[in-house]
């Protein structure tokens, strides 16, 4: 099999953000649908790409589903070869269970249709984690911080972006972002604070800035974190959890899965500081 530039950036894609399904690499890449759909048959075939076995499982209630693909062993090769780096590569295949990879595609979802929103409008800029130079480089990006008690906790974002745009002057601004994939199976509030819950992540982000880690350890001046997920009655039940916390309600933005159909940038986002709905750009919530 000779490898096109199309194969290359099919394979960049999926390495970026582990699992895509075919619908969309043909939306982010554009161009023919059926020439692509044939080269990621030719790519699998020939062992540069996986799909997960796990998703037989997903997508067992029956239709007509598009296909998940991971990386490979051998893709990841590829690019290692081409870029004259090591290429982090954490298994595409048989190794992925059925929770990991309905959480890993909402992920991809909600990433897809951000820079799908920013590719039509032209003025925004996505940065994914492997543009931004954080610390870890392209290695998953995670902290500590010191919760009430001096007790440490981890913070372990399922990904980090930032969107760049001109500002009034017409400078550069650039706001990161902490992305919550949330597929409802993790309890919102617990008696016990040390057990994990959705409040106690939220408590992690509050410590985060009023501690100003995000400044010190990752070099980032100003965030929000962005919650999607899995239906009205749990992003008021978030948005319940939120309204506990003391301060930095306004860092938190909450939407159920249906915002992927929206326009991200427009107000379909509910702030935890306030009853009104907000866009993701809207900074003085």
């Not at 096109?4 to 999926?14: A, S, W, Y």
């Not at 991809?108 to 249709?113: E, P």
């Not at 820079?115 to 039509?120: F, I, T």
């Not at 915002?259 to 866009?279: N, T, Y």
């Amino acid at each position: 099999m000779r490898i096109t530039p199309r194969d290359r950036e099919i394979i960049r894609l999926i390495h970026r953000h582990r699992f895509l399904r075919s619908s969309h690499i043909t939306d982010l890449l554009g161009g023919s649908q059926q020439q692509i759909l044939r080269r990621l048959q030719l790519l699998y075939q020939h062992s540069y790409l996986e799909r997960p076995r796990a998703q037989l499982e997903y997508f067992g209630a029956g239709g007509s589903c598009p296909i998940v693909y991971g990386m490979s062993k051998k893709g990841a090769q590829l690019l290692q070869k081409e870029n004259g780096s090591a290429v982090s590569w954490g298994g595409g295949g048989d190794d992925v269970g059925q929770i990991f990879l309905e959480h890993a595609i909402l992920v991809s979802d909600v990433m897809v249709a951000i820079e799908l929103a920013c590719q039509k409008r032209g003025d925004i800029r996505l940065l994914y984690e492997d543009e931004l130079a954080l610390p870890n480089g392209r290695s998953q990006v995670q902290w500590q911080v010191k919760l009430l008690g001096g007790v440490e906790h981890g913070v372990v974002p399922d990904r980090v972006f930032a969107l760049e745009y001109a500002g009034e002057k017409g400078e550069t601004e650039r706001v990161y972002y902490f992305l919550e994939a949330d597929r409802g199976t993790m309890p919102v509030v617990r008696t016990n604070p040390d057990q994990t819950s959705f409040q106690r992540k939220l408590l992690a982000y509050e410590a985060t800035w009023a501690q100003k880690v995000h400044q010190r350890k990752l070099g980032i001046n100003r965030f929000r974190v962005l919650t999607v997920t899995t239906s009205e009655e749990r992003v008021k039940s978030l948005i319940d959890a939120c309204s506990r916390l003391k301060r930095g309600h306004g860092l938190f933005l909450f939407a159920d899965r249906a915002v992927l159909e929206k326009d991200p940038f427009s107000p379909v986002w509910q702030c935890g500081k306030s009853i009104q709905m907000s866009a993701l750009l809207d900074l003085d919530k």
